[in-house]
């Protein structure tokens, strides 16, 4: 149940994601484009954390090894390197050295985005979906 609940909300982050990603990528013209980007980009990792935690009590319910396997360390380094974006789109309004703090919340948000989609593939891989 707990895994389906991971699966569940997993998919739904991933979609937040792609559409907040694509926004700043293709709709940089629209005039709310940052607000969009910002809202949907929150929401994609506030999922992506509850589908995480949901991963993680499947593990401590069924007695397994954390982090054991080659999804379950992609798909933990893809939640740390979102939150770290996630931080860092927030700073890059008050830091001093604003020009370097987007160029790396630009990198660590391409490349979170296709640690996350490797992820979900991964996953369902292990499922025999893929
Ligand atoms: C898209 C992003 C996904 C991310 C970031 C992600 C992340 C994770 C993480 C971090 C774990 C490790 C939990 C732990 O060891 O404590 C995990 C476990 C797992 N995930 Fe995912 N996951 C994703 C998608 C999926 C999908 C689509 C499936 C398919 C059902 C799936 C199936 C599983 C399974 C079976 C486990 C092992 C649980 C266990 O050993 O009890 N994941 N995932
Ligand atoms: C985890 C969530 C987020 C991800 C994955 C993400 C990802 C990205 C990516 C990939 C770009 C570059 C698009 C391109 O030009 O190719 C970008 C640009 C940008 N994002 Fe985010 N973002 C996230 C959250 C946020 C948040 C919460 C804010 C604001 C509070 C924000 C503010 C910005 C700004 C200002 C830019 C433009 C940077 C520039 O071109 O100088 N982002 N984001």
């Given at each position: 149940m707990l895994i389906v609940l991971h699966l569940v909300l997993m998919i739904a982050a991933v979609i937040c994601l792609i559409t907040g990603v694509g926004v700043a990528m293709?709709?940089?013209?629209?005039?709310n484009w940052l607000k969009l980007h910002k809202a949907i980009n929150t929401a994609g990792v506030i999922i992506g954390l509850a589908g995480a935690a949901m991963a993680f009590a499947n593990v401590v319910t069924s007695a397994g090894n954390h982090f054991s396997g080659l999804h379950q360390r992609v798909g933990l380094f893809a939640i740390l390197l979102f939150c770290f974006t996630l931080y860092l789109g927030f700073y890059s309004f008050k830091a001093a050295n604003k020009i370097a703090v987007r160029a790396t919340h630009r990198w660590s948000g391409r490349i979170s985005l296709i640690a996350m989609i490797t992820a979900l593939i991964l996953g369902l891989m292990m499922i025999g979906v893929l």
């Open positions: 293709f709709a940089r013209k629209r005039k």
